[in-house]
């Protein structure tokens, strides 16, 4: 199992992290995602923002945390490059460990 870490608690995350699955990686340019996208994906709990640049390629991380009626699908922004791209994408469809280090 994988471990995908956190600098943070995000107001994007269910409360109870055990249980999350990655279930797909999507490449992307920051300058083409909408800022409110942005804005919500990096709201620390508390107060804050992770800051992002402006522009640049960059995965989304799509996560599903729980199971059938009670999952909730939420996301992590992580920076591209090759070697990262293949690794997440060897892992879709299995469970991760999410672990936030403050």
Same mark, same amino acid.
């Given at each position: 199992?994988?471990?995908?870490?956190?600098?943070?608690?995000?107001?994007?995350?269910?409360?109870?992290?055990?249980?999350?699955?990655?279930?797909?990686?999507?490449?992307?340019?920051?300058?083409?995602?909408?800022?409110?996208?942005?804005?919500?994906?990096?709201?620390?709990?508390?107060?804050?923002?992770?800051?992002? !640049? /402006? +522009?640049?390629? =960059?995965?989304?991380?799509?996560?599903?945390?729980?199971?059938? @009626?009670?999952? #909730?699908?939420?996301?992590?922004?992580?920076?591209?490059? !090759? /070697? +990262?791209?293949? =690794?997440?994408?060897?892992?879709?469809?299995?469970?991760?460990? @999410?672990?936030? #280090?403050?």
């Amino acid at each position: 199992m994988i471990t995908i870490k956190f600098s943070h608690r995000y107001t994007k995350m269910p409360e109870y992290l055990s249980g999350t699955f990655l279930r797909d990686v999507e490449v992307t340019n920051l300058e083409d995602c909408e800022e409110e996208f942005l804005k919500k994906d990096t709201e620390i709990v508390g107060g804050g923002h992770y800051p992002l !640049p /402006k +522009k640049g390629k =960059y995965m989304i991380l799509w996560l599903e945390t729980g199971a059938g @009626i009670r999952s #909730i699908g939420w996301q992590t922004i992580r920076r591209w490059t !090759p /070697k +990262k791209e293949e =690794y997440y994408r060897s892992h879709v469809g299995e469970l991760v460990n @999410i672990e936030v #280090i403050e």
